[in-house]
Structure formats: C-alpha cells, structure tokens
C-alpha cells in the first residue's frame, strides 16, 4: 500500500513539473519571441499588461504542452526507470522535445511574431524547452526514479538490511 501511495505522489509531482515547465517555457517564449516587450510595460495600464501577460503566457503554454506531451512523458518514463536525475541530461531532452515539435507553428499572428525568422525561432523554440525541462528538473526530475524499490533489498527481505 505504501508502494501505491509513493507511485500517486510520484505521478503528481510529475504532472505538477510538466505544468510548471511548460508555463516557464510559456513566459520564456513571450519575452524571447517579442511578444511583451519592456516599452510597454510603460504604456499600457498595469491591469490590462498584467491580462495580457497572463492570457498570453497561459496561452502560449497550452501550445508548448500539447506540442510536447507525448514525447515528454515517453521519455520522462524513460528517465524515471533509468534513474536519470541529473539536470543536463533533462535540458538537453528538452531541447530535443522542442526541435522535434518546431514543426507545429507557433508563432502567434502578431506583427513582431510573424517577422522573426526561421532560424531564430527553432533557437527560440529550443532555448524554450531547455528552460522547461530545466524548471521540470527542478520541481520534480531531481527525484526521478527514487520511488522505485532499490536494488539492494530483495522483495522477501523483512529485516530491511538487503542480506
């Protein structure tokens, strides 16, 4: 039962980490892709640039989480059962999660959006999913594989000393 229980909190902070990820990547993709620019934090009133910031950031996440759901959790499957807890292992399948969805557009029809060019927006899109991955890493990739039972004590060993 308390293996049960440890999968569920598991699962959760997974889920919490991919959420929290993808809105970092969100926020990270609003200000590299020049969708707020910091003249207008002086322009516009502070209720209406802090919708805009939200909506638009929320928006621009649920893209980045359809984009990347599947191949995300293939290979957070991957490093759960492997073990894989380091932070650059986890950035750089970010990057990779964010090249492989370049294909989906995502620039939004803004003027400044639609200017940026091919190039800079595959850098854009994969400095977004090493961002992500690296604030996922943090919430809850650090911990990856750690509610697996351990090698070292065999599922009869009652004494818990692995002999």
Known sequence: MRDILRLLVRLFAIAFGFFIGCLAAGLAYAFLARLIRPEDFGRFSELELTVTLVVGVVGVASLFARAALVPAFVIISIFEFWRRRDWLSHALAGGAIALAATGMPLAIGTDTASSIEPA????????????GASIYWLFAGRNAGRWLPSERHSPTDTTGTGA
Request: with cysteine.
């Open 120 to 131: 800079q927006l595959i850098a854009i899109h994969i400095a977004c999913g090493i961002i």
